[in-house]
């Protein structure tokens, strides 16, 4: 039972141009979001969060949008670079497990940033 | 500040046999996940560790083991190795104080032959 759901499992974006990953969720009761970037060989990298009293956070050419009612995020990279090229995961936190390190990963959208 | 430091990067071990991977957590991260990650499977939580008591525990068989050190650092035995134990083995810690991400080693790589 996949409840974090990354549909794509890979995107071709052309640099400068932006970038978008969408995430949708199916358990009411993950309150907390949060996007990791992971290149080969290394462990995921944190890269922006968004709790879910928000609808947007963002930090720097990085940006989450939550769409609670249609239980979707979204990250948007803007403008890509070809330093971008990773895979990305989506991973949100149970409001029940109580606990901020029990996430829920999805399987991950594979960016490439070509020139 | 160090990061999250797993140990060793690779392993290559027979079917049947065990294996115990170790983690060490930033300083001053007292909780230390585990997650498996196999292809098309992507992160699966295995076990959460604090204070030296398992807090949460994923959907995998007994064969999967942990225990966390009162300096924080957390070991995981998996016993009676399969070939579809292969996988990327990442530790994460945290603060455990609110609202706060994980942070992640590079990983174990465990290939069962």
């Known amino acids: 039972d996949q409840q974090v759901k990354q549909n794509s499992p890979s995107l071709s974006v052309q640099e400068g141009r932006i970038s978008i990953l969408n995430c949708d969720y199916t358990?009411?009761?993950?309150?907390?979001f949060l996007w990791y970037k992971k290149y080969p060989a290394e462990g995921p990298t944190f890269l922006i969060s968004?709790?879910?009293?928000?609808d947007k956070n963002e930090d720097g050419r990085f940006t989450v949008f939550l769409n609670k009612s249609a239980k979707h995020l979204s990250l948007h990279i803007v403008p890509s670079q070809p330093g971008d090229s990773a895979v990305y995961f989506c991973a949100a936190r149970d409001v029940l497990a109580g606990t901020a390190s029990k996430l829920t990963f999805g399987t991950g959208t594979r960016l490439q940033v070509t020139l | 500040k160090a990061g999250v430091t797993q140990t060793p990067r690779y392993l290559i071990k027979t079917r049947g046999q065990q294996v115990t991977l170790s983690c060490s957590p930033i300083s001053g991260h007292r909780s230390v996940s585990w997650y498996q990650q196999t292809p098309g499977q992507g992160l699966q939580f295995l076990f959460e560790y604090f204070s030296e008591t398992q807090r949460n525990k994923g959907n995998f068989p007994g064969r999967f083991s942990g225990r966390q050190f009162s300096n924080s650092r957390s070991e995981m035995n998996v016993s009676t190795l399969e070939l579809g134990d292969s996988a990327l083995y990442l530790c994460a810690s945290s603060l455990e104080t609110g609202v706060t991400e994980a942070f992640f080693g590079q990983g174990t790589r465990l290939t069962v032959v």
């Open positions: 968004i709790s879910s009293i928000k």
């Open positions: 358990n009411s009761m993950f309150d907390y």
